[in-house]
């Protein structure tokens, strides 16, 4: 627990030391200090206290907080003249009791004295406009910090919502693409479907515990990867050629967003795959120390995620998948790893083979 007050208290500490304190600068070197005398010096300080408040708990949350500016104007007039009329008040009573009791004598120069109590009113106006002022500044500062607060907190919100609702959706989204894999093997072979059905429930359980996590280790995702791919072995005819490089220290404690890199892989199986000519698909997952000097500014490891296969585009008429996976990878990184990320991807004109990979930092 702090031992600091708190912003409020500290506010509240200031107004009682200005209310014991502010009085002993009005009192004169050569005036006899009396109980009396000091409470008739307070009354300034009072009233610049009671103007702070009444602003800073009332007029300023009231009114320019919600716009009336014209009317928290008007009434700050009318509190200040006022304040000043009662100051000005306890004043002459203060110089009565301090010609009668203190043998305190003013001037005898009449036009002295009313210009001296004008400079007196013009001072104790411009002490209580102060008083409101600072009021104002506390109060707007208090009220700008805590609208950039909660603007913080709804951003945080609405990405964390976005991310649910992006994991909400891939998951329906792969569970269709494996059932259609599923139900294209119980065509071939009973066997391999129901092995096909133990791998689907391995996938399973990592998206349906693992994955509701913000952020999931790199070697999960990786192990949920493999399981994917022998899932689709079952039904890949033997003109296509799968080689995966997963290459992650022992020691590695990188973690990733869940089901950040599946749906490259997808993609490599949807148009990577051809039924009559040699097809292939190379999948590499690594994490690797920024030693290369590659990201000057970054510390800690890089995750890259690079899909290549040979590129069998679907026609328009094929509509399985609907192409969302990809639209998702792309939201995923901006909601996760802005500016934290690259990702880049299409045909290579060298080999004709399509390139997708994701660097993360």
């Known amino acids: 627990m702090s031992l ?15 209310v014991i304190l502010i009085p002993m600068m009005f009192v004169r070197p050569d005036e006899r200090l009396t109980l009396t005398l000091y409470l ?56 009565r009791y301090m010609t009668t ?22 001072r104790d106006g411009f002490n209580l406009l102060l008083s409101s002022l600072l009021a104002l500044s506390l109060r707007m500062t208090q009220h700008a910090q805590r609208q950039i607060q909660l603007s913080q907190e709804a951003e945080v919100a609405k990405r964390e919502a976005e991310l649910r609702g992006l994991r909400f959706q891939l998951s329906p989204h792969f569970l269709l693409n494996s059932l259609n894999n599923i139900y294209a093997l119980t065509a071939i072979s009973t066997e391999r479907a129901q092995e096909a059905i133990i791998q689907l429930s391995q996938l399973l359980r990592h998206m349906l515990y693992d994955s509701q996590e913000q952020m999931v280790s790199l070697k999960q995702e990786c192990d949920f990867i493999q399981s994917y791919i022998e899932l689709m072995r079952l039904r890949l005819p033997a003109n296509v050629k799968v080689k995966i490089n997963i290459s992650i220290p022992p020691d590695d404690t990188t973690t990733v ?38 990201y000057p500014d970054r510390e800690g490891r890089i995750v890259r995620c690079h899909v290549a296969n040979s590129n069998f585009p679907k026609t328009d008429a094929d509509r399985s998948g609907h192409g969302i996976g990809l639209v998702q990878v792309q939201q995923r990184l901006n909601a996760t790893y802005q500016g934290h990320y690259r990702w880049t991807y299409g045909v290579d004109k060298t080999d004709g083979m399509y390139h997708s990979e ?4």
Do not use: Q
């Open 257 to 294: 967003a869940p089901l950040l890199f599946i749906s490259l892989v997808e993609n490599a199986f949807k148009h990577g795959v051809s039924a009559t000519e040699p097809s292939f698909i190379h999948i590499s997952v690594t994490s690797t120390d920024n030693d290369s000097g590659e």
């Open 40 to 95: 008739f010096k307070s009354v300034m300080s009072v009233a610049m206290i009671a103007v702070f408040y009444i602003n800073y708990l009332w007029l300023v949350p009231r009114m320019i907080e919600k716009g009336n500016r014209e009317r928290f104007v008007v009434i700050n007039v009318a509190l200040i003249i006022f304040m000043a009329i009662i100051i000005m008040i306890f004043r002459h009573y203060e110089i």
């Open 4 to 18: 600091l007050p708190s912003r409020k208290n500290t506010i509240h500490i200031c107004a009682i030391l200005a």
């Open 358 to 361: 994701i660097t993360l930092w």
């Open 101 to 122: 009791e203190l043998s305190w004598k003013p001037p005898h120069n009449t036009e002295i004295t009313i210009s001296f109590r004008t400079l007196m009113m013009l």
